[in-house]
Nanobody, 131 residues
Framework: QVQLVESGGGLVQAGGSLRLSCAAS????????MGWFRQAPGKEREFVAA????????YYADSVEGRFTISRDNAKNTTYLHMNSLKPEDTAVYYC????????????????????????WGQGTQITVSS
């Protein structure tokens, strides 16, 4: 059983930057696919970014491409989401997600944005971007 704990959320002005961290209990390393999702008030949870197990291929939502970067430190069992040029519409609760399924690249490239692809979730951390 893997437990995920997010940190790094807070209040930031538009145009600012934040870095979220997701610490995993137990050893996950490169054998896990890690992802970030977010949920704004009154909206459904949506995909933000993912890094695939094994080859570390990265995937991003169009809305954050070029502004957000996902990375991981396997030695620390920690995944990061570096967020730059933040906008008010980035305001949401951000969730870390993980999967220990050994998805093929072909399958994952078609399913990375579904919440059902991930079987472990953190509790979330709030990010508020003021205009």
């Amino acid at each position: 059983q893997v437990q995920l704990v997010e940190s790094g959320g807070g209040l930031v002005q538009a145009g600012g930057s934040l870095r979220l961290s997701c610490a995993a209990s137990g050893r996950t390393g490169s054998s896990y696919t890690m992802g970030w999702f977010r949920q704004a008030p009154g909206k459904e949870r949506e995909f933000v970014a993912a890094i695939k197990w094994g080859d570390d291929i990265k995937y991003y939502a169009d809305s954050v491409e070029g502004r957000f970067t996902i990375s991981r430190d396997n030695a620390k069992n920690t995944t990061y989401l570096h967020m730059n040029s933040l906008k008010p519409e980035d305001t949401a609760v951000y969730y870390c997600a993980a999967s220990n399924n050994r998805y093929s690249t072909n399958w994952f490239s078609r399913n990375y944005y579904y919440a059902m692809t991930y079987n472990y979730w953190g509790q979330g951390t709030q990010i508020t971007v003021s205009s």
